[in-house]
């Protein structure tokens, strides 16, 4: 009787095992799994974290909102993202301070079309907690300039224009690992200004995290995944302004199976956020 009982309670385990449909797994750069704990308590004991999201997964979204509350429930923090830039800082410290309204910062701020699914949650997060959000990205279009006509294209700016982004000449080396493949990539159709096009952005969203940085407070960045994966990007140059500085780095990515981190994302970040590629894209 004794061995039919625990028979059943192991069937049934199994059967449970087996309907537990996961949608993501954590692993450190090692490929081995790691919970959740262990990425908070990571994230709690350093100066920076960078979230390496995909701009259209639901669960980086929502990883990146639970992080952040429970970051923020033992330690101050300022949080800061790609997906604002920097000549809209004025009207999102309008917003967080309440003195215009969710439509008057839509109409005035260039916001992300997924931004009311996506980032609203985050900063208004900011908004209740009353910490500073950063807006750290160089306005599009001074990226743009860089594509077109190289870092000298931005000596024509103004004082004003060159606020919004990092102090030129920036450290900038061609032969990375990311900007190299970013050139294969495109193959006929690329240019030697695209990869310092990204470096721009990389270099203004290091700066204004450098910037920003609070005595005993850990600064929470959002950005998509490449730019800081492979601790290059924005780590590298938050490494160029700030050589000591304790940074953790997320890199998100999608397998059909999540229970194994496939060998070409080893690396990656220190922790690698797997998500099932069957969860529903939000665009």
Do not use: C
Not at 65 to 76: C, S, W, Y
Not at 250 to 273: F, R
């Amino acid at each position: 009787m004794k061995n039919y009982f625990f028979l059943t309670v192991l069937l049934f385990s199994v059967v449970l095992t087996a309907q537990d449909k996961k949608a993501y797994q954590l692993f450190d750069k090692n490929g081995k799994k790691v919970t959740y704990k262990k990425l908070l308590k990571s994230a709690e004991a350093t100066q920076v974290i960078l979230f390496g999201e995909y701009h259209n997964n639901p669960i980086s979204h929502w990883l990146e909102l639970e992080l952040t509350k429970d970051v923020a429930a033992d330690k101050p923090i300022v949080q800061g993202a790609e997906m604002l830039e920097a000549d809209n800082q004025k009207q999102l410290n309008q917003y967080l301070n309440g003195e215009i309204d969710q439509k008057k910062l839509d109409s005035t701020a260039r916001l992300w079309p997924n931004y009311k699914t996506d980032y609203k949650t985050l900063v208004d997060f900011a908004k209740e907690n009353k910490s500073p959000f950063v807006a750290t990205n160089i306005p599009r279009r001074y990226a743009a300039m860089v594509s077109k006509k190289g870092f000298e294209g931005l000596q024509t700016l103004t004082e004003e224009e060159k606020s919004w982004m990092a102090p030129q000449p920036i450290p900038y080396d061609a032969n990375l690992p990311g900007y190299v493949a970013m050139m294969k990539m495109m193959g006929d159709h690329a240019s030697p200004n695209m990869p310092k096009a990204q470096a721009i952005k990389d270099a203004t969203m290091a700066y204004f995290i450098h910037t920003n940085l609070k005595e005993g407070s850990v600064f929470i960045h959002y950005n998509g995944s490449y730019h800081s994966d492979n601790f290059e990007g924005i780590s590298w140059y938050l490494k160029a302004y700030h050589p000591n500085l304790q940074i953790v780095t997320i890199s998100t990515v999608e397998q059909k199976v999540i229970d194994k981190l496939e060998p070409e994302n080893y690396n990656k970040a220190n922790y690698i956020l797997v998500i099932d590629e069957d969860v529903t894209k939000t665009y």
